[in-house]
């Protein structure tokens, strides 16, 4: 059984940055990426990036102050955000998948995190 574990969701001000990590306890993945939900909304995309990081995809309301990342020999991968705001309060999950997907899809991924809360002050 593959198990996705997020780290490094907290609570921070206003313009401050995290950076999160997602785990896999085994195998390789072609993509991984992140999606968030916030409450009373469903759950959307965030960023995802393919297996040699070559290529990445960001929602247009991360653009810019997101970053993604992978480490392929320590199956993690990263999501580096800064300039952050209180639309960025959510929980955000992990997800990762075998096959050659975008990953900007729910549905691409086979294997999902439990999920990290990030929370922004205003």
């Known amino acids: 059984q593959v198990q996705l574990a997020e780290s490094g969701g907290g609570l921070v001000q206003a313009g401050g940055s995290l950076r999160l990590s997602c785990a896999a306890s085994?195998?390789?993945?072609?993509?991984m990426g992140w999606f968030r939900q916030a409450p009373g909304k469903e759950r959307e995309f965030v960023a995802a990036?393919?297996?040699?990081?070559?290529?990445?995809y960001y929602a247009d309301s991360v653009k810019g102050r997101f970053t993604i990342s992978r480490d392929n020999a320590k199956i993690t991968v990263y999501l580096q955000m800064n300039s952050l705001n209180a639309e960025d309060t959510a929980v955000y999950y992990c997800?990762?998948?075998?096959?050659?997907?975008?990953?900007?899809?729910?549905?691409?991924?086979?294997?999902w995190g439990q999920g990290t809360q990030v929370t922004v002050s205003s």
């Open positions: 997800g990762a998948t075998p096959r050659e997907r975008s990953g900007t899809i729910e549905n691409e991924y086979d294997y």
């Open positions: 085994r195998r390789t993945f072609y993509t």
């Open positions: 990036i393919t297996w040699n990081g070559g290529t990445t």
